[in-house]
């Protein structure tokens, strides 16, 4: 069966009827466990005590319809059920597969004999049903992981300053099922700083001299242990908190590392019930998934806040403001609002073009832009002229060498002595704009790999369902298999022996995969996968890399079914030809002298089932061979010969003798010897 060692519950009145079953089920397995229940209420009692792998139900019981049991413990409804009917009632045990039975038996001694089998099929069933829910349960999770981050993605990149923090705790605290929390960040002077505590705990804290920022020598318990050695700290126990602070019975605090540095803490309480390695596996991935996103934005922020005071200290001083303005970080140029000519520039501009002041200043402002995209820059900086106010625009710059830059432009009207200007600041965003990109395409990335993966576990499922033809089977996966790409510009064809299957829009093109199917060290077939349109992204060298390993599996898993495939046959066909022989056939291991296998041949002649003469051995069936001496006499002469025929006496399981011609061969078979004895009854 399915599984050594199965507990069926079986429920069924005839006396009659339970014997010739549990006679069925003996037969098959020795190792079936059957408990009895003569009706729903005993079935009932049964099911508290024990869950079963398997019921075998009487449609109709003295207490009831078998229905009535799902409707009173519908508990029951993972393990698999099949129906005992009477040949009048086969329509009624079908309207039960369709709600909640698995497969039905009828009332005869044919029918139950085939009984095993259709327990098999049943638990075979139940198995497949439990993988794809094992499953789909890692998709669900694995597409709940991706939400979560896209939700605290896009807090990043679109909430604006320390809001932010109190955004994402929000998601951490309902995806972690806790009351309170906390998210912070570590400052560059090393300070714990946590802007998300201004939301509900802020206002609920009565502690005296309420802080946002928490200096390292202030910090203690689990923030500190957390922080300072690097590492997750779990406890389901009530604290001792001081007075007025909210109280605190379960929390898990986990700090957030980027490049094995410190630069955040995520921390969270209160849950109804235990935290457990689950929840730190939650907390622990969130916190590596935002370290990037978080680093890159406390770069910013530190960025922002330089940017800023240097706006300011160039309002306080002209000389100061002349400083600043030279060793920017972000590089700055002015230009001459009547003409668009630039007539000064910083350091920071030399590096970001890439270019000397001097081949800078005199050239007009659409000079730092894509040449394609001049008209679009002239009318934005006539725009920034005529709102005179602060503009923000993210734009591309060009520098000496060609290379394109993405940059964040703040630009703004101001007033050098006598000579109005306008005022560009370019930060170089390439950076992050690059992290942006990355983020979008990894998003896109795991969206494939989920497509590749149900296209693997289709296959799988496929090749091993016993439903199907190998025709149907192999020409089914192929057009599975172009569903992977989503451009439609794919076909593929598979070839097996004699066999062709190919998708309905297959022609031969020279950008392709060839895969060898190989059984058995021969080739047998390929597996051709074809892009159709030259224009199609495919074309570009992305064909072959993307979904190399996705082909490679997909060969890989027919190769695999057809070995299964052919040594099925194979076998099959060794067995018919083995039991038609007419003459007894032993195969015998020459150390022992036990049976390893015999025909149907060597059963009749000696009157033993097939089970019964494979515990014997030699000696137990030769009359002139009665113990082990004797026969290791018998076959070292035949080792050393390869083979002899002589005559012999045999012993039938009743007792009885008979002549007979024994002609031995030795056959090696992967560096074994095996003893072959082909016995003639010779009377």
Same mark, same amino acid.
């Given at each position: 069966?399915?599984?050594?060692? /199965?507990? #069926?519950?079986?429920? *069924? %009145? +005839? $006396? !009659?009827?339970? @014997?010739?079953?549990?006679?069925?089920?003996?037969?098959?397995?020795?190792?079936?466990?059957?408990?009895?229940?003569?009706?729903?209420?005993?079935?009932?009692?049964?099911?508290?005590?024990?869950?079963?792998?398997?019921?075998?139900?009487?449609?109709?019981?003295?207490?009831?319809?078998?229905?009535?049991?799902?409707?009173?413990?519908?508990?029951?409804?993972?393990?698999?059920? /099949?129906? #005992?009917?009477?040949? *009048? %009632? +086969? $329509? !009624?045990?079908? @309207?039960?597969?369709?709600?909640?039975?698995?497969?039905?038996?009828?009332?005869?001694?044919?029918?139950?004999?085939?009984?095993?089998?259709?327990?098999?099929?049943?638990?075979?069933?139940?198995?497949?049903?439990?993988?794809?829910?094992?499953?789909?349960?890692?998709?669900?999770?694995?597409?709940?992981?991706?939400?979560?981050?896209?939700?605290?993605?896009?807090?990043?990149?679109?909430?604006?300053?320390?809001?932010?923090?109190?955004?994402?705790?929000?998601?951490?605290?309902?995806?972690?099922?806790?009351?309170?929390?906390?998210?912070?960040?570590?400052?560059?002077?090393?300070?714990?700083?946590?802007?998300?505590?201004?939301?509900?705990?802020?206002?609920?804290?009565?502690?005296?001299?309420?802080?946002?920022?928490?200096?390292?020598?202030?910090?203690?318990?689990?923030?500190?242990?957390?922080?300072?050695?690097?590492?997750?700290?779990?406890?389901?126990?009530?604290?001792?908190?001081?007075?007025?602070?909210?109280?605190?019975?379960?929390?898990?605090?986990?700090?957030?590392?980027?490049?094995?540095?410190?630069?955040?803490?995520?921390?969270?309480?209160?849950?109804?019930?235990?935290?457990?390695?689950?929840?730190?596996?939650?907390?622990?991935?969130?916190?590596?998934?935002?370290?990037?996103?978080?680093?890159?934005?406390?770069?910013?922020?530190?960025?922002?806040?330089?940017?800023?005071?240097?706006?300011?200290?160039?309002?306080?001083?002209?000389?100061?403001?002349?400083?600043?303005?030279?060793?920017?970080?972000?590089?700055?140029?002015?230009?001459?609002?009547?003409?668009?000519?630039?007539?000064?520039?910083?350091?920071?501009?030399?590096?970001?073009?890439?270019?000397?002041?001097?081949?800078?200043?005199?050239?007009?402002?659409?000079?730092?832009?894509?040449?394609?995209?001049?008209?679009?820059?002239?009318?934005?900086?006539?725009?920034?002229?005529?709102?005179?106010?602060?503009?923000?625009?993210?734009?591309?710059?060009?520098?000496?060498?060609?290379?394109?830059?993405?940059?964040?432009?703040?630009?703004?009207?101001?007033?050098?002595?006598?000579?109005?200007?306008?005022?560009?600041?370019?930060?170089?965003?390439?950076?992050?704009?690059?992290?942006?990109?990355?983020?979008?395409?990894?998003?896109?990335?795991?969206?494939?790999?989920?497509?590749?993966?149900?296209?693997?576990?289709?296959?799988?499922?496929?090749?091993?369902?016993?439903?199907?033809?190998?025709?149907?089977?192999?020409?089914?996966?192929?057009?599975?298999?172009?569903?992977?790409?989503?451009?439609?510009?794919?076909?593929?064809?598979?070839?097996?022996?004699?066999?062709?299957?190919?998708?309905?829009?297959?022609?031969?093109?020279?950008?392709?995969?060839?895969?060898?199917?190989?059984?058995?060290?021969?080739?047998?077939?390929?597996?051709?996968?074809?892009?159709?349109?030259?224009?199609?992204?495919?074309?570009?060298?992305?064909?072959?890399?993307?979904?190399?390993?996705?082909?490679?599996?997909?060969?890989?898993?027919?190769?695999?079914?057809?070995?299964?495939?052919?040594?099925?046959?194979?076998?099959?066909?060794?067995?018919?030809?083995?039991?038609?022989?007419?003459?007894?056939?032993?195969?015998?291991?020459?150390?022992?002298?036990?049976?390893?296998?015999?025909?149907?041949?060597?059963?009749?002649?000696?009157?033993?089932?097939?089970?019964?003469?494979?515990?014997?051995?030699?000696?137990?069936?030769?009359?002139?061979?009665?113990?082990?001496?004797?026969?290791?006499?018998?076959?070292?002469?035949?080792?050393?010969?390869?083979?002899?025929?002589?005559?012999?006496?045999?012993?039938?399981?009743?007792?009885?003798?008979?002549?007979?011609?024994?002609?031995?061969?030795?056959?090696?078979?992967?560096?074994?010897?095996?003893?072959?004895?082909?016995?003639?009854?010779?009377?």
């Amino acid at each position: 069966m399915v599984k050594q060692n /199965i507990h #069926i519950l079986l429920i *069924e %009145d +005839e $006396k !009659s009827y339970v @014997e010739l079953i549990r006679h069925s089920l003996k037969t098959h397995d020795d190792d079936v466990k059957l408990t009895v229940a003569n009706g729903i209420h005993d079935a009932l009692s049964r099911l508290s005590e024990f869950k079963p792998d398997l019921i075998i139900s009487e449609l109709h019981l003295p207490d009831g319809d078998a229905s009535e049991l799902f409707q009173i413990e519908p508990g029951i409804g993972e393990c698999p059920v /099949i129906v #005992i009917c009477a040949a *009048e %009632d +086969e $329509k !009624s045990a079908s @309207e039960a597969m369709k709600s909640w039975a698995i497969d039905y038996v009828v009332k005869s001694g044919e029918s139950i004999s085939s009984l095993p089998h259709i327990v098999d099929r049943a638990l075979h069933a139940r198995d497949l049903i439990a993988r794809r829910k094992t499953t789909e349960e890692t998709l669900r999770k694995s597409e709940n992981e991706l939400r979560i981050m896209n939700r605290i993605s896009s807090i990043f990149l679109e909430c604006p300053g320390d809001e932010m923090y109190g955004e994402v705790l929000d998601v951490i605290l309902d995806v972690m099922g806790s009351k309170h929390g906390v998210f912070g960040y570590i400052d560059k002077n090393g300070d714990l700083v946590c802007p998300s505590m201004t939301r509900d705990i802020f206002d609920k804290c009565q502690m005296p001299n309420k802080e946002l920022r928490f200096p390292r020598e202030t910090w203690g318990g689990l923030w500190k242990e957390s922080l300072i050695e690097k590492k997750t700290i779990m406890s389901n126990k009530s604290f001792n908190v001081p007075e007025g602070h909210l109280p605190v019975t379960r929390a898990l605090t986990v700090p957030v590392i980027y490049q094995e540095a410190v630069i955040g803490h995520i921390n969270v309480g209160n849950k109804e019930s235990d935290y457990d390695d689950e929840d730190i596996c939650r907390l622990e991935k969130i916190a590596a998934q935002i370290s990037p996103i978080l680093n890159a934005r406390l770069k910013q922020h530190e960025e922002e806040q330089e940017r800023q005071k240097a706006q300011q200290s160039l309002k306080e001083s002209e000389e100061k403001f002349r400083q600043l303005f030279e060793n920017h970080a972000d590089a700055i140029f002015w230009a001459d609002p009547a003409t668009g000519l630039i007539v000064n520039c910083n350091k920071a501009a030399e590096v970001l073009l890439e270019k000397k002041r001097e081949e800078i200043i005199g050239q007009s402002q659409t000079s730092l832009h894509p040449p394609e995209k001049a008209e679009f820059y002239i009318n934005q900086f006539k725009e920034h002229l005529a709102k005179k106010t602060i503009a923000n625009d993210e734009a591309e710059v060009i520098t000496k060498s060609g290379k394109i830059k993405t940059v964040m432009i703040s630009a703004t009207a101001i007033s050098e002595p006598g000579n109005p200007v306008i005022q560009g600041v370019f930060r170089d965003i390439t950076e992050l704009k690059n992290s942006s990109i990355a983020l979008r395409n990894r998003t896109n990335d795991l969206d494939e790999k989920v497509r590749e993966l149900n296209c693997l576990f289709e296959t799988s499922r496929i090749l091993d369902s016993k439903d199907r033809s190998i025709e149907d089977k192999l020409n089914k996966i192929i057009n599975i298999l172009i569903e992977v790409w989503r451009c439609g510009c794919v076909a593929a064809r598979l070839t097996v022996n004699d066999m062709t299957f190919q998708t309905a829009n297959y022609r031969n093109t020279h950008k392709k995969q060839v895969n060898p199917i190989i059984v058995d060290n021969r080739t047998i077939g390929y597996l051709e996968v074809c892009c159709l349109k030259e224009t199609c992204g495919l074309y570009k060298g992305q064909f072959i890399n993307e979904k190399r390993n996705l082909i490679n599996n997909i060969s890989e898993q027919i190769c695999s079914y057809m070995e299964r495939h052919n040594a099925v046959e194979a076998l099959r066909l060794f067995r018919t030809l083995l039991n038609n022989s007419g003459d007894a056939l032993f195969v015998v291991d020459p150390k022992t002298g036990q049976f390893l296998d015999v025909n149907e041949r060597a059963c009749s002649v000696l009157g033993y089932t097939r089970d019964e003469l494979l515990i014997k051995k030699v000696t137990d069936i030769n009359a002139a061979i009665t113990d082990l001496d004797a026969w290791n006499k018998q076959i070292k002469n035949i080792m050393k010969k390869r083979g002899a025929i002589h005559e012999g006496i045999h012993v039938r399981k009743d007792g009885t003798t008979f002549p007979v011609e024994i002609n031995n061969r030795i056959v090696t078979v992967n560096e074994k010897d095996y003893l072959i004895r082909i016995v003639r009854d010779i009377t």
